[in-house]
């Protein structure tokens, strides 16, 4: 089984809808990422958790918001999507000592 | 500037050495990583360096680190159909918190 699991691994949704992405782990690590991907952006920090009880704004959070329900699990939330949210979103856990972070398959998020 | 740059595209020949180069902005940066993204999938951490040494090896892929000039390289031997992936370059940025900055990823087309 996959330590970082996504779902869904692909969503087509409207503009205005509400959506949210959950991502589980078994790695048993604390901390918990979410990033978005775009063509020719690389990758950018969305939310970070360190525990349960942590939440921080990463590089791109407005419009999105996260939960951490438990150590294991992370989801971000699109309240009202907007089409340029259209990209790739990866989940990642990471350890505390070298911060090795360990990324879910993805995924793919279109709003038209 | 305060991007991680990497060239975009890299093409080789099977069995040649692929040489990947990285600037990153942050020399109080701790570590520093090379992640492996094939089609379709998730990222993979390749390798990982700490800031107080100049080299690390690990079977076919090399890691050079040059703080004076803030460069980061990958050189894989050898290279391989297989290798042929978008590879990208991360610096764990200490005023970021412990967020990862990547670089925009550069693509390895190896042909045989």
């Known amino acids: 089984d996959a330590d970082v699991t996504q779902t869904p691994r692909n969503r087509i949704t409207k503009t205005g809808k509400r959506i949210m992405l959950e991502c589980s782990q078994t790695?048993?690590?604390?901390?918990m990422y979410w990033y978005r991907q775009d063509p020719g952006l690389g990758l950018r920090l969305i939310y970070y958790?360190?525990?349960?009880?942590?939440?921080n704004k990463g590089e791109i959070s407005d419009g999105y918001s996260v939960s951490r329900q438990a150590q294991a699990k992370f989801s971000l939330s699109l309240e009202s999507a907007i089409p340029n949210q259209t990209a790739l979103y990866f989940c990642?856990?990471?350890?505390?000592?070298?911060?090795?972070?360990?990324f879910g398959p993805g995924t793919r998020l279109t709003v038209l | 500037g305060e991007d991680v740059e990497q060239s975009l595209f890299l093409s080789v020949r099977e069995g040649d050495s692929s040489v990947i180069n990285c600037t990153y902005t942050?020399?109080?940066?701790?570590?520093l990583y090379w992640y492996k993204q094939e089609p379709g999938a998730g990222l993979q951490l390749l390798t990982y360096?700490?800031?107080?040494?100049d080299m690390k090896q690990d079977q076919r892929l090399t890691v050079l680190l040059n703080k004076k000039d803030k460069h980061l390289s990958l050189r894989i031997a050898d290279t391989q159909t297989g290798d042929s992936a978008i590879y990208f370059c991360?610096?764990?940025?200490?005023?970021?918190?412990?967020?990862?900055?990547f670089g925009k990823g550069t693509t390895l087309s190896v042909s045989s």
């Open positions: 958790s360190f525990d349960v009880k942590d939440i």
């Open positions: 360096i700490f800031s107080n040494m």
């Open positions: 942050d020399s109080s940066s701790t570590y």
């Open positions: 790695k048993g690590h604390d901390r």
């Open positions: 990642a856990t990471g350890d505390s000592g070298a911060d090795t972070q360990y």
């Open positions: 991360a610096e764990r940025r200490y005023q970021a918190g412990t967020a990862l900055i």
